[in-house]
Nanobody
């Protein structure tokens, strides 16, 4: 089992920045692809970004491309999401997810990931 703990959420103004962090409890996390998803109450969980274990490949939703950057530090068992030029529509609970290889679908689908954090709230005011 791998536990994922998100941090860094909070309140930001439109145009501002926040950095989310996802800390993992086990070293095996360094071999897992990792993604960020977000969810608004009453809506489905939405893909935001993903990164392969080696950082060789990154993937972004069109809505955040050019504004958000995903990165990882395997020595620290950490994945980060730098969010710049925030918009009110970025308001959501953000979840970190890890793919140990048993899931299905591509990186854009929640079914790909088998470990999830508890989420951290991001609120962007206009």
């Amino acid at each position: 089992q791998v536990q994922l703990i998100e941090s860094g959420g909070g309140l930001a103004q439109a145009g501002g920045s926040l950095q989310l962090s996802c800390a993992a409890s086990r070293r095996t996390f360094s071999s897992y692809a990792t993604g960020w998803f977000r969810q608004i109450p009453g809506q489905e969980r939405e893909f935001v970004a993903a990164i392969t274990w080696s950082s060789a490949l990154t993937y972004y939703a069109d809505s955040v491309k050019g504004r958000f950057t995903i990165s990882r530090d395997n020595a620290e068992n950490m994945v980060r999401l730098q969010m710049n030029s925030l918009k009110p529509e970025d308001t959501a609970v953000y979840y970190c997810a890890a793919d140990s290889g048993v899931g299905t679908g591509n990186f854009y689908y929640a079914s790909r990931y088998d470990y999830w954090g508890q989420g951290t709230q991001v609120t962007v005011s206009s």
